[in-house]
């Protein structure tokens, strides 16, 4: 049962101002970031704060429903799904990071048709290292289906910072690359590259880079992205050069260019035999020495017949 819930709402989406149906009840909801005064527009919160400081912040929560309800609020530490979409820890896995930095009240009760905001506090640990430390912040309302129990909650992201030395840095690692050629000996064929992008430095970065295979023939080149990563976080990519000869040794050149770090390169260098290319060299030798021994054959039986003319010609 318990394991079923904190599936189930590791799958919630958090997206801001967007109305989420709760599986259990009828409700629909929106939770967004505000003033005291209500919504105010923005789509997540971003503070920087220096290690001891805290502040104030507010939520606002809108009931679309045709029922009062009460909603549980809660934060915890963020993180980056597979396909690099945001979401925050379920509420059964405890936080360690950003998550702890909140202190919210445990629930609200709206009105049908209403929105309330409800002030919250942020506070950075003393002690802190500085960077980034992702949270979301959700308001949620827990049913049943049947005898499973489920938790729905709509919330938007905190992108929290500790002020301090920033350390942008990134990786690139376990590059791999498989040529996927043709028996067309003059049609190219493809590489398929495969690495692991790391975010190894203590803030949040967008990791665009150059994948790049160099051949006798020339170089292929085609722009990879890893999207966003936290700091610590890993994520791996493939993609597909088009257009490359497998014509011996082959140079794949993985390189990662995030704004304001330095670059990151990887390198492989694997060798391809040319099949097809070798097939059409040893086809035409073959027909050239065919075509050479024929000719020389042709020869000599001209030359056998010239002698046995003149052989002929003196009896």
Known sequence: MRRAVAVLAALAVLLPAAPAAAAPTSVTWTVQPASAAGPDGRRWIERTLDPGRRITEHLAVRNLGDTSAVFALSAADGYLTAKGRFNMLPSDQKSVGGGTWVSVPESVTVGAGKTVVVPFSITAPVGITPGDHPAGIAASIAGRQGTVQIESRVGFRLL???????????????????????????????????????????????????AAVSSPAGTRTVQVTAGELLPGGTRSVSTRIDGVWGLGRLRTTVTLTPAGAPPATATLTTWVMPWPQLLVVVAAALLIAAWRLRRRHLRSMLARAREEGRRSATR
């Open 160 to 210: 929290l910072r500790a002020s301090g030395t920033l350390r942008p840095s990134v990786t690139a690692d376990e590059i791999n690359m498989r040529y996927a050629g043709t028996w067309n000996p003059f049609q190219p064929g493809a590489v398929e590259v495969s690495y692991t992008s790391a975010n190894t430095g203590n803030v949040r970065l967008e990791v665009p880079g150059t």
